[in-house]
């Protein structure tokens, strides 16, 4: 443990804090309040161009907000839901498994660092590129098809960015290679933070490793699952690359795999300023309200964590304490 | 940070130099423009202000900055990685090359000139090109140069064009752009498939096979009971459809669908359903494939820059990149032949404009006069590239003459076109054409595939419309 | 720690947990690498090969599929390279040493709105870009910077979760003596944040430079708004136009090898260091 000195600094200095926090301050605000603000200022206006003339900006009042509830953003809406939720289930359960193997000390599975390697590796992959690789295997004439083909598995090409759901589950496939190798890796270190001396009392006790992940484990890393969540949940709102790329901005069959995004960028594309304002704001206010579940999640449960990880002590105390209550 | 990147510079110039040393070594013979300029290819692709003027030209593909390198008697040198040419007077054309596709290359031209005011001298754009589905937005703008009052052609210089290919690009009676190519539509079959088929593969006696569109589904039939598809995809046919619509797709703030359009959905879904088409779209790596030695297809409908440009290199085994020659043998070349087909179409063309603002007047007359109006280049390009230039007269010797078509099978496929030019009218031609096309192939494709009914189409179509045009505000579909 | 099993039927048990434990990790491993096996092996084959069929052997076209994608001039790989190079160098060293600095004014000084700061930086921290992208398009046309890297550098100065990593990695590892005699020592504030606690800092700089170099190498959305020419792409970029650009679709192996391109630099590096990054995840990252 290494002890913390008081920060006493004393005032003379303070005016430091505000010269070195400045830059952060100055460039958000030029480039990312500023333009939030206006933003928001253009949602309210019909504001578009009709060939290389410019209408508006005319004031229009909740006109955009009311032509984009009315129509299609309930629709882009649930799908971005339901492509985030294709790839976060089985992101979550894999790596909730894999977390719990390499953490088993009784396993002792060799190679770890082979696996944690190979599963880490699609989250470094450029998305564009990952989406164009899947296009172009997937496609009706595609390698896919033609191993399926061979094996026999299926006499007639499998048109899988043709259908709803193909689509939707190669865009769920490609999430879920992205993400879950970080998933697991952050979920070992939480599984890591859980004191030993709990599961060494469990085993005691006569547990099977499967009633100590669900009664030991997941009721102690559920903080960092619920992060894990909201974070993945506002990574899904922003859902773009894969999908623009894969259906080429279309959107796939029946424009079910248009997200929020997709859906910015096709009036940001066409410089339909007003409705992209609008869409931008119902994002806006959809995030900044998972944005204060992750503040609240990072200020209050902070402290149960990074004990967990620098406070050894203090928490295999707790734990072990809960331990002998839970154990008998 | 001014390390590190002066360091990526050096990394990254170094890629190109192993680049261009591989193409050095690699080429066997094919690509003697890249080979060629080796040497110059680092100083060429960094500053192009180093001296002289700059020509900016902006497209959509390199169709025209090859016929420019290969035919524009000026060029001097070609930078390897071709994104700049050098003129024999210095003056350097850097090409600005945007993909058309979702309106894209409409967004970044728009962008490009509405910045002409202020855009440095050698940024502005001097030349750009436009395609027949959106010409009249540029046409009917101040950004596009008269090309007789501001850029200096005169009527005798365009006496030989194509009347329809001036009218395209005309308002008021002022004239503002002028290309090298016609693009009168045919149908390019298989005659392979042909002669299993009907039992012959002769152009006059398959044309008469599939002279209206009953004869064709009759084909259509009987091609499938061989085991063939009569048409690659869904969008193959949509040109003979929408060509001969009766009239423009927008009335003021109205989108009005065609009953052609109708019929066009109707047919598509019955060979979908009945298994006459392989399900492709247009452009997509299945129906490029369909086009070439593994192809089961009977025919596409193409037109003139279609054959050469598109046709060919989907036919190729090796492509021309490889260092393989096109000619019979590899692939299917030879294996294809064109007859007109069940109704007249005309398909693209691309026009050449001159930008307002431009300080390059003399240069863009020149490059006009040259690409589009000489005589003799234009009768070059087409014995060279088979390619179906706008000159009229070049055109009908060509035609009259004993010029055989080696791709074709020997077919004089110029005296077919010579005939289908005349016939294009495009008069119902309008400015959103493009965006309108994309969308309705697109929303319709859910309908062929069974992924949505005709009416949930329908709406998807407006929907996506409206996010590219916020200005159509409404669709009326025929009774 | 754990204890050994005590009886042969555990034992077996035991192996038995193990061998499944394997077989699903194998599974899910050839799941991550089989695509990118086949990106290599169809980016050495000619656009006839693949069209033919399916292989899992190489072919022998990787240097002239190689040669063909450099010398197309539609999808200009040397200046795409050279482009994400810069923009993901520049964004990665501005993102870290000012994430560090602002992490540093915190932890270190004491000052009315110190909380407050603190505070509207993990407020923010999730908040997508992509909700102000409008107001931020027409800004930089507004400023002139539209088509120029600057708009793609300098924004991540303001890199919140970069910030929060660097804080936590202060709170545990910078002990404020080490300032205190410093300042002593009479050294300046940013001297002293320069040259004692920036090398302390190494590591935790050296991961977030990798992960924001990463991120802005793959970032597509706000670069793909502001590049317009040819020169100035960056190579997601260059990969969507290579999905939208029929014409470009000739030669499938010409596909293969510039996906390979934009992916296998990333992939080397990361293997390269994957030890390093690994660890490194688990390092701060809790909060990644």
Not at chain 3, 103 to 126: E, P, Q, S, W
Request: glycine share 6%.
């Amino acid at each position: 443990m290494r002890e913390k000195t008081k920060k006493k600094g004393s005032i003379s200095y303070a005016k430091w804090g505000y010269i070195f926090i400045a830059p952060f301050f100055i460039i958000f605000a030029v480039f990312q309040l500023i333009p939030l603000i206006s933003t928001i200022y253009y949602s309210f206006f019909e504001y578009y161009r009709s060939g290389l003339k410019v209408i508006g900006p005319n004031f229009a009042g909740l006109k955009n907000y009311i032509t984009l509830f009315s129509t299609d953003l309930p629709k882009y809406f649930s799908n971005t839901l339901i492509l985030w939720i294709i790839g976060f289930i089985p992101q979550i359960a894999i790596s909730l498994l894999l977390a719990a193997w390499f953490t088993d000390l009784r396993l002792k599975l060799k190679g770890q660092t082979f696996f944690k390697t190979v599963i880490y590796m699609p989250n470094l992959i450029m998305a564009s590129a990952f989406a164009m690789l899947f296009f172009a295997l997937f496609s009706d004439n595609g390698p896919v098809n033609a191993v399926l083909m061979s094996m026999g598995w299926t006499t007639e090409p499998i048109s899988f960015l043709n259908t709803v759901w193909g689509n939707r589950a190669l865009v769920g496939l490609m999430n879920f290679l992205m993400w879950f190798g970080n998933t697991t890796i952050m979920l070992m270190a939480a599984i890591m933070g859980v004191d030993p001396t709990l599961y060494e009392a469990a085993e005691l006790d006569g547990c099977t490793p499967n009633q100590m992940f669900w009664k030991i484990t997941i009721p102690l890393i559920r903080p960092i699952l619920v992060y894990v969540m909201i974070t993945s949940m506002i990574g899904g709102l922003q859902m773009f690359d894969v999908p623009q790329i894969l259906t080429n901005g279309k959107g796939g069959p029946d424009r079910t795999s248009t997200t929020m995004i997709m859906y910015l960028n096709n009036h940001l594309f066409s410089k339909n300023y007003g409705m992209a304002g609008a869409v931008s704001v119902v994002l806006f206010l959809v995030c900044a309200v998972l944005c204060v579940v992750v503040y609240f999640s990072l200020t209050k449960e902070d402290d149960g964590l990074t004990k967990a990880q620098h406070n050894e002590l203090k928490a295999a105390k707790k734990v072990a304490a809960k331990a002998a209550k839970g154990g008998k | 940070m001014k390390k590190i990147s002066r360091r990526n510079f050096l990394l990254a110039s170094g890629v190109v130099t192993i680049g261009a040393a591989l193409t050095a070594c690699g080429g066997s013979s094919s690509t003697s423009t890249a080979a060629s300029s080796t040497a110059s290819s680092a100083a060429a692709s960094e500053a192009p202000a180093a001296g002289g003027k700059t020509l900016n030209i902006w497209c959509w593909n390199d169709e025209f900055q090859s016929r420019f390198n290969d035919y524009y008697p000026e060029v001097a040198e070609i930078a390897a990685d071709k994104s700049t040419t050098t003129l024999k007077d210095g003056t350097i054309v850097k090409w600005t090359i945007n993909p058309n596709d979702n309106n894209n290359y409409q967004n970044k031209l728009d962008e490009g000139l509405l910045n002409q005011e202020s855009a440095a001298d050698d940024d502005k754009i001097d030349i750009f090109l436009v395609e027949a589905d959106y010409a009249l937005k540029y046409v009917d703008s101040d950004y596009t140069l008269d090309v007789k009052a501001d850029i200096g052609l005169t009527d005798a210089d365009l006496a030989q064009q194509y009347q329809y290919t001036k009218d395209i690009v005309s308002v008021d009676g002022s004239q503002r752009g002028t290309t090298w190519q016609a693009t009168p539509g045919l149908f390019a079959y298989r005659r392979s498939i042909a002669k299993d088929v009907l039992g012959t593969d002769d152009p006059t006696e398959v044309q008469s096979y599939l002279s209206d569109w009953d004869k064709f589904n009759d084909v259509a039939a009987q091609a499938y009971a061989k085991g063939y598809k009569m048409l690659s995809g869904f969008d193959d046919s949509f040109r003979t459809f929408s060509n001969n619509i009766a009239a423009p797709w927008v009335d003021g703030t109205t989108i009005n669908v065609d009953e052609n359009m109708m019929k066009w959905v109707d047919q598509t879904k019955e060979y979908t359903d009945k298994g006459y088409n392989n399900k492709s779209s247009l452009w997509d790596s299945q129906w490029a494939a369909d086009q070439g030695p593994t192809g089961k297809v009977f025919g596409f409908f193409y037109s003139t820059w279609g054959i050469n440009f598109t046709l060919l290199g989907n036919s190729l085994a090796t492509p021309v990149a490889d260092g393989e020659k096109p000619q019979v043998g590899n692939g299917i070349y030879g294996d294809y032949a064109v007859c007109e087909g069940p109704q007249p179409y005309y398909w693209g063309g691309t026009w050449i404009c001159g930008a307002a603002g431009s300080d390059n007047i003399d240069l863009i007359r020149d490059v006009m006069q040259k690409l589009t109006c000489d005589e003799a280049i234009m009768k070059q390009i087409t014995l060279d590239t088979e390619d179906y230039t706008n000159n009229e007269k070049a055109m009908e010797e060509i035609a009259s003459s004993d010029y055989k078509s080696d791709f074709l099978g020997g077919q004089n496929h110029i005296a077919l076109f010579a005939e289908a030019a005349k016939k294009i009218d495009m008069s119902n031609a309008g400015p959103y054409d493009q965006g309108i096309t994309e969308s309705f192939q697109a929303a319709f494709k859910d309908y062929f595939t069974g992924n949505v009914d005709e009416d949930t189409a329908k709406e998807n179509f407006k929907t996506s419309v409206q996010e590219k045009y916020p200005e159509l505000t409404d669709v009326v579909w025929p009774a | 720690m754990a204890h050994a099993p005590k009886t042969r039927s555990e034992k077996a048990v035991l192996s038995a947990r193990r061998a499944w434990c394997y077989l699903v990790l194998v599974l899910i491993s050839f799941l991550c690498l089989f695509f990118f096996y086949i990106l290599i092996v169809n980016s050495t084959r000619t656009h006839f090969e693949i069209q033919k069929g399916f292989s899992l052997l190489p072919g022998k076209s990787m240097l002239t599929n190689f040669k063909n994608v450099l010398a197309d001039a539609n999808i200009p790989v040397g200046s795409g390279i050279r482009n994400s190079l810069i923009v993901s160098a520049c964004s990665a060293a501005l993102s870290v040493y000012f994430s560090a600095l602002t992490a540093y004014g915190i932890y270190a000084y004491n000052f009315r709105f110190k909380k407050a700061a603190f505070a509207i930086i993990l407020l923010i921290m999730t908040m997508p870009t992509q909700v102000s992208a409008l107001g931020f398009l027409q800004l930089i046309t507004k400023m002139g910077l539209k088509n120029s890297f600057i708009p793609l550098i300098v924004p991540s100065i303001a890199a919140p979760t970069v910030f929060f990593f660097m804080k936590q990695y202060l709170d545990a590892s910078l002990p404020m003596e080490i300032v205190e005699a410093a300042r002593i020592d009479g050294a300046g504030e940013f001297y002293t944040f320069n040259h004692i606690v920036l090398p302390i800092m190494k590591p935790a700089l050296a991961v977030q430079a990798i992960f924001s170099f990463v991120a802005s190498w793959n970032n597509y959305f706000i670069p793909a708004l502001v590049l317009d020419s040819a020169d100035k792409k960056t190579l997601p970029i260059l990969i969507a136009q290579l999905r939208s650009a029929d014409f470009l679709k000739f030669d499938m192996g010409k596909v293969y090898m510039m996906v390979a391109i934009a992916i296998l630099p990333v992939i080397v590096v990361y293997l390269l260091l994957s030890k390093f990054i690994v660890r490194g995840i688990a390092l701060g990252g809790v909060k990644g």
